[in-house]
């Protein structure tokens, strides 16, 4: 149990290190670090995961930890793993604050901070894509994905939480409704 904690908090303390851009960009980290490395999670633990953190009020990254140290060793680990993805922004903060007068204004920095900008887009887009493939498992999920991404788009002023119950309503009634519709219309046939 200790060494797995360690191991917890030395690779969140990486993970937190490497990535900038929150939480969602720590993912495509996290999956390659807990299912591939380590073999903590499996690919739904960590769909699930994602899900039910992003349903949390809290920060993404930490919410993360939580959840996976809890998974990987109960209340030391999610403790652990908050811990070590806090620390390294944590200090970076403080030393930003330190310098921050001399960088402000600073061209080379808003360039730097203008490429961070995109590669953490990118990073997003990757999580975007992998989720996708093991949420998109035929074509009336993709339906009801493409669908409420219009509604975003379209209709900005939509609160989030509508679009989630609608689609969680439909993705539960509509499958049993059009297999009882095809299972009515197979015993009329016979």
Known sequence: MLSR???LFLVFCKISAITMGGGLVMIPVMEKEFLEKRNMLTKEDMLD???????????????????????????????????GVVIPPFITI???????????GNEAMNH???????????????SV?????????????????LLAFLIFVLIPQINAIYVLIAAGVAGLVLPQSITAARKKAEDKKS
Not at 113 to 119: E, I, K, L, P, T
């Open 49 to 83: 995961t994602v899900a039910f953190v992003q349903s949390m009020p809290g920060v993404i990254a930490v919410n993360m930890a939580l959840m996976i140290g809890y998974r990987a060793a109960k209340l030391p680990g999610a403790l652990i793993s908050a811990f």
């Open 94 to 104: 403080l030393l930003v604050a330190m310098c921050f007068q001399s960088l402000s």
């Open 5 to 7: 904690c360690i191991t």
């Open 129 to 145: 894509i992998k989720m996708g493939k093991s949420v998109f498992k035929n074509t009336f999920a993709l339906l009801i994905a």
């Open 112 to 126: 730097i901070f203008g490429g961070v900008r995109a590669a953490t887009c990118a990073l997003i887009l990757l």
